[in-house]
């Protein structure tokens, strides 16, 4: 099955700088790859995903940017805020089927 | 829109109990999702729907775990007997078809195994 890796597991940013965090997936086939932030106590929430017939998206302070033949694809956030501070994870649907698999985490301070 | 729900929010149980959490998903969403969140990690799939019929398993301790979504909508997740390393937050999620679609969470239930 498909093998998500995600760094780093903790991040700290000043507030206003940029953050970004990268993933790297084993099957080539995997055609969908969503990022989710996670708020303490609560469910994941979807925040930006990308399509494999797509580089870039972005959406306001928020990118991901996918490298198909590295097999690694990253989130960007600008201009931090604290209300960003999260665990934020991503993941990625395998091609032969329906199943995702998430990375596991990167929990982001933003400082004030 | 309302979102995923899902019940208990907490629950706390002693080894060899059973236990069993409920979810009903987004209004007309086919595919529901059964994830596993151990401390520290990402969800782990256990169980996928698509109506009332599951599409994958692969991943759940079916000497222990159950799961059943009568009539496509809501679903129910039961362990039993519980051992100590399912401690975890199970999630619940659901979408509009399976495959590439968004899924959406429900805020999970922590369950805590003495």
């Known amino acids: 099955g498909e093998n998500v890796e995600q760094h780093p597991s903790t991040l700290s940013v000043q507030e206003g700088d940029s953050a970004v965090i990268k993933c790297t997936y084993s099957?080539?086939?995997?055609?969908?790859f969503p990022w989710y932030k996670q708020e303490l106590g609560k469910g994941p929430q979807l925040i930006i995903d990308?399509?494999?017939?797509?580089g870039e998206k972005k959406d306001q302070r928020i990118a991901v940017t996918l490298n198909k033949t590295a097999k690694h694809f990253s989130l960007h956030i600008t201009e931090t805020q604290p209300e960003d501070s999260a665990v934020y994870f991503c993941?990625?649907?395998?091609?032969?089927?329906?199943?995702?698999?998430f990375g596991t985490g990167t929990s982001l301070t933003v400082i004030p | 829109e309302a979102g995923v729900a899902q019940s208990p929010r907490y629950k706390i149980i002693e080894k060899r109990q059973s236990v069993a959490f409920w979810c009903n998903p987004i209004?007309?969403?086919?595919?529901l999702y059964w994830y596993q969140q151990i401390l520290g990690q990402g969800p782990k799939l256990l169980i996928q729907?698509?109506?009332?019929?599951?599409?994958?398993d692969s991943q759940l301790p079916k000497d222990r775990f159950s799961a059943e979504r009568l009539k496509g909508v809501d679903s129910t997740l039961k362990i039993q007997p519980a051992k100590l390393e399912d401690s975890a937050v199970y999630l619940c999620?659901?979408?509009?078809?399976?495959?590439?679609?968004?899924?959406?969470f429900g805020p999970g239930t922590r369950l805590l195994v003495l």
């Open positions: 993941a990625a649907r395998e091609g032969t089927g329906n199943q995702f698999y």
């Open positions: 209004s007309g969403h086919a595919t």
């Open positions: 990308i399509r494999s017939n797509v």
């Open positions: 999620a659901s979408s509009l078809a399976g495959g590439g679609e968004t899924q959406y």
């Open positions: 099957d080539s086939a995997s055609n969908y």
């Open positions: 729907f698509q109506n009332n019929g599951v599409v994958d």
